[in-house]
């Protein structure tokens, strides 16, 4: 199906584990987005990226890496999961060049680290 | 730096107009956007409006930009259950015109009492 999408749903994880958080879309968008959703915070950009290779920090890029080989695929590694990363994160692409940029939003990934 | 600022409830009762009011910092901001987050879901585009407008009408939804105050507010008329949601005012990002890196509010919470 088009659109936007993310895995997983839901993760619990360990402290100092390491995990991954997958974002596909099917638009072929120039830009995408990691965004934190925390109580208090709204959303925090993380890393975005502006085409396949090109990627930058966001407001809250300690902790986390990131990867765009494909232009449809944006992966958020956590290096070294810390309780400080429990949180709902969201993926997000733009085709900037409509609707003053539009971002489109997968469903989030609930993860939470013990 | 660049803020976006927000209440963080609203309760109003079904029928009723609901005013969700937002300030930013960024006086370059070209469009400045509200979206709307259902439970369990991620952020939808509800409306956005540009720089050099100071109001947009879209059916229930009217958005009011006051540049001097650097406020924007979202009135919803005859609100609805199913307008109970959390409400995102966002910018975009300083420098960000072209990318569609948006800064988020921190949420606010409409509850729509029957």
Redesign the interface.
């Known amino acids: 199906d088009a659109g936007i999408t993310q895995s997983p749903r839901y993760k619990i994880t360990e402290t100092g584990r390491q995990v991954t958080l997958m974002c596909h879309q099917t638009w072929s968008h120039s830009?995408m987005?990691w965004?934190r959703q925390d109580l208090?915070?709204?959303?925090?950009?993380i890393y975005?990226s502006?085409a396949a290779d090109i990627t930058d920090k966001?407001e809250v890029p300690d902790g986390y890496v990131v990867s765009r080989s494909k232009t449809e695929n944006f992966p958020l590694t956590l290096e070294s999961a810390t309780r400080s990363q429990t949180s709902v994160y969201?993926c997000?692409s733009?085709d900037?060049g409509r609707?003053?940029?539009?971002?489109f939003?997968?469903?989030?990934s609930r993860l939470t680290v013990l | 730096g660049e803020d976006v600022e927000q209440s963080l409830f609203l309760s109003v009762r079904e029928g009723d107009s609901s005013v969700i009011n937002c300030t930013y910092t960024d006086s370059s901001s070209t469009y400045l956007y509200w979206y709307k987050q259902e439970p369990g879901a991620g952020l939808q585009l509800l409306t956005y409006i540009f720089s050099n407008m100071d109001m947009k009408q879209d059916q229930r939804l009217t958005v009011l930009l006051n540049k001097k105050d650097k406020h924007l507010s979202l009135r919803i008329a005859d609100t609805q259950t199913g307008d109970s949601a959390i409400y995102f005012c966002a910018e975009i990002g300083m420098g960000s015109s072209n990318t569609g890196k948006l800064i988020f509010g921190q949420g606010t919470t409409l509850q729509v009492k029957p």
Request: glycine share 28%; hydrophobic share 30%; proline share 0%.
């Open positions: 830009y987005f965004y208090g915070h709204g959303l925090r950009l975005y502006a966001g969201f997000a733009s900037s609707s003053g940029g539009e971002l939003f997968g469903e989030g």
